[in-house]
Nanobody
Framework: QVQLVESGGGLVQAGGSLRLSCEAS????????MGWFRQAPGKERELAAA????????YYRDSVKGRFTISRDNAKKTVFLQMNSLRPEDTGVYYC?????????????????WGQGTQVTVSS
């Protein structure tokens, strides 16, 4: 079993930066891929970025490429999302998710554990 707790969200002006953290508890954290999903009001939850078990592979959706960086520290059971040059369209609730499989997946149902989410609001 894995429990995920996100932190680092908040209100920021367009062009600003935030760093999200997701701390995991449980022995299986380092065994699987991790992802940061986001959900804007009235929209579907979408994958923003993902990272494989040993950080050998990463994925970014097109709209965040060059602005967001995902990383993980398996020793500290933590995954990070550094978000730079934020835009109003980045606003939403950001969720950390964990898979038991080692690789990356854009499919929500392939993630086994979810955090409660942290709100990110970017003002124009």
């Amino acid at each position: 079993q894995v429990q995920l707790v996100e932190s680092g969200g908040g209100l920021v002006q367009a062009g600003g930066s935030l760093r999200l953290s997701c701390e995991a508890s449980g022995r299986t954290f380092s065994s699987g891929g991790m992802g940061w999903f986001r959900q804007a009001p009235g929209k579907e939850r979408e994958l923003a970025a993902a990272i494989s078990r040993s950080s050998e592979s990463t994925y970014y959706r097109d709209s965040v490429k060059g602005r967001f960086t995902i990383s993980r520290d398996n020793a500290k059971k933590t995954v990070f999302l550094q978000m730079n040059s934020l835009r109003p369209e980045d606003t939403g609730v950001y969720y950390c998710a964990a898979r038991t499989s080692w690789g990356i997946s854009p499919i929500k149902t392939e993630y086994n554990y979810w955090g409660q989410g942290t709100q990110v609001t970017v003002s124009s």
